[in-house]
């Protein structure tokens, strides 16, 4: 049922209330609301969490005894002392033992292939490959690199790591050999899984071969198992699958994620098995309602934090994940016909991946079965949001849970809740066991103007830090105010208690001394009806010390109006913040993941090295951009 209210894109239907996860945690728990329940997460830590533990009956091998211990400052926080347990358990072996014949991985090739698997077969599938990498010397602590796909086999890579105790590594599966030389490098990975290849856009990539050529440059590298594709074959005979899996204390390292920053120089993000699996668990849960038995279907990869989120959290809960090989936007509905054919109940994409498809028309499937859309990435702006609320969640039927949060945080800072209406393009509100506030540059609490996203306890998923560089892990996140997290947002928070977030607080540009995000631009931008995309970046000028140039991607068929894209801005923000240059470009530096890398254009424009580009998929859209400055 739709809402009515024009300040609402959702508002929860009595019977979507009564069936949400989170509504049954809240009455567990006494609370009758989202704040109510949101301040008790905070407050009584130890409660909640064995409340989400209980209710989701997560499989711990012995529970904690304390749930926290700051002793060594909040920066290091370490939780659920005394816990023992085995993310492979939780999300793999004990559903095998409970539902041993549902469905727990759908392969959906870009060649037309399809796989299913039950949870029985995932289960000694992950036993057999954790005995063969055993085999290999791979021990608890080792570091594994996963270069692959999406396809059922990442996961099969992914809960083998766990179930050994082992640390995995994903890499982009879109990386070329450097990138992928200087994470094998950082992380000192004894091990790599790849594919021989895999299809993208119609064209084979020979995954193989770029990880013999990066391991030219990363020595630590051992052995390779390739998993071949088309042959459904690994490089490496299978153990029995007869080896347990090993029980570790809840802070031991599970996860190495690594982000590329806005400096182009990656950050191994540390995450352990306790804290991982509980975060995303609760988020899966109770903001994205998903539940045992559904499908689940994001559009990523296994190097963004969204890849190891859509393992953990459908597999902490007994749902099955869509597994989808190649592009989402390639042939053009090919997205949205795997929701129909495959019975989709949760769609995971970015606002990026929505405005590349808007041009390609409306959705020409049946899109019903959709019981939720989960968005993240960047901040939304007006026109794609509405888009994807009437065309795919069928104008307020079912929410679309935008979330917040990154590599670093493990889970999400911000999110929109079941338990209450959602507002277009706003995150909802803090996320359960997640303190949240805005500050001014003085440190102090704002409420009606945009300020820094801060945190200000420690949570569960947060890093354990930046893989052998604490004094980086400190001064990134712990500097700006002491004893606070420090994300490199800009957020705000509205009269009614909707926070928002308006782009990189590292991004702002300055004009004439008017402080503004490039994300605000970019969506006054998209609001001209020839524009499908747009990057803002700071210029430096004599008198005004900065302006903004804005580079746009046009519609197909579409005309460049410099002017009227200038106009609609200055309409939007006001005439001082009209750009001085409007570029028009095919299309704009993106990664895997549909981000814009602005740093990328920036440098670009100014005739500078723009670093490390092996995260972009099309590089030679830069060439494209120098010629037109």
Excluded at 308 to 336: F, I, K, Q
Excluded at 464 to 469: A, L, T, V, Y
Aim: hydrophobic share 40%.
């Amino acid at each position: 049922m739709a809402t009515t209210d024009a300040t609402f894109t959702w508002t929860p239907s009595a019977e979507q209330l009564e069936r949400a996860n989170v509504a049954r945690l809240a009455h567990a728990l006494g609370c009758s609301d989202y704040p109510s329940l949101h301040r008790l997460s905070v407050d009584e830590p130890d409660r909640f969490w064995r409340a989400v533990v209980d209710d989701l009956e997560l499989e711990l091998a012995a529970p904690w005894e304390h749930v926290r211990d700051d002793s060594r400052g909040i920066e290091w926080t370490t939780w659920f002392e005394g816990a023992r347990l085995n993310l492979a358990t939780a999300c793999v072996h004990v559903w095998a033992a409970r539902t041993p014949d549902a469905p727990a991985a759908i392969f959906r090739g870009e060649d037309g292939t399809r796989d299913e698997w039950t949870f029985a077969g995932l289960s000694l599938h992950v036993a057999k490959l954790a005995q063969s990498l055993a085999t290999l010397g791979v021990a608890a602590g080792d570091r594994v690199a996963i270069y692959l796909p999406m396809c059922p086999e990442v996961a099969v890579a992914s809960h083998a790591c766990a179930h050994l105790g082992a640390i995995q590594v994903p890499i982009f599966s879109g990386f070329g050999a450097a990138a992928v030389a200087q994470r094998l490098r950082d992380s000192e990975a004894k091990v790599v899984v790849t594919a021989d290849l895999s299809y993208r856009r119609g064209r084979r990539t020979p995954m193989r071969e770029t990880i013999e050529e990066a391991l030219r440059e990363a020595p630590s590298v051992e052995h390779v198992v390739e998993w071949r594709r088309d042959e459904r074959t690994w490089s490496v005979p299978l153990g029995e699958g007869t080896l347990p899996p090993l029980d570790v204390p809840a802070e031991h390292p599970y996860l190495l994620a690594y982000t590329s920053g806005t400096t182009g120089r990656p950050k191994g993000a540390l995450h352990v098995h306790g804290g991982f699996l509980l975060s995303i668990a609760r988020e899966a849960a109770y903001q994205s309602d998903i539940r045992a038995g559904d499908r689940v279907l994001f559009a990523t990869d296994m190097g963004w934090i969204m890849g190891p989120w859509t393992v953990v959290g459908a597999g902490a809960l007994g749902a099955s994940v869509v597994y989808m090989e190649g592009a989402p936007d390639w042939p053009d509905d090919r997205l949205w016909r795997l929701v129909e054919e495959e019975q989709v109940t949760m769609l995971g994409v970015s606002p990026t991946l929505i405005r590349a498809l808007i041009p390609k028309g409306e959705p020409n499937a049946d899109l019903s079965s959709l019981r939720a859309i989960t968005t993240t990435g960047e901040p939304w702006n007006a026109g794609p949001y509405d888009w994807l609320d009437e065309h795919v969640a069928d104008s307020g039927r079912i929410p679309i849970v935008n979330i917040s949060g990154g590599t670093e945080v493990g889970a999400c800072f911000l999110s929109v809740t079941p338990m209450a209406p959602s507002k277009p393009c706003s995150l909802g509100f803090p996320a359960l066991g997640q303190a949240m506030d805005v500050y001014s540059p003085a440190g102090n609490p704002l409420r009606g103007e945009v300020g820094e996203l801060v945190c200000t306890h420690a949570w569960p998923g947060m890093t354990r830090g930046i893989w052998g560089d604490d004094a980086r892990y400190l001064e990134t996140y712990w500097s700006r105010f002491p004893g606070i997290w420090t994300h490199g947002d800009w957020a705000s928070v509205d009269e009614d208690g909707y926070w928002f977030l308006h782009g990189r607080s590292d991004d702002t540009l300055n004009i004439a001394g008017k402080r503004i995000g490039p994300a605000e631009l970019e969506s006054a931008a998209l609001d001209h009806p020839a524009v499908v995309e747009a990057a803002a970046i700071g210029i430096p000028h004599e008198i005004k010390g900065e302006v903004a140039w804005l580079f746009c991607g046009l519609k197909p068929g579409a005309e460049a109006d410099a002017d009227g894209v200038k106009a609609v801005v200055a309409s939007a923000l006001g005439k001082a913040f009209a750009p001085e240059r409007v570029l028009f470009v095919s299309a704009l530096p993106k990664t895997r993941s549909a981000k814009i890398v602005r740093r990328a254009v920036r440098a670009t424009a100014l005739g500078e090295d723009p670093g490390d580009l092996s995260t972009l998929e099309n590089p030679d859209t830069l060439k494209e951009i120098a010629n037109v400055v």
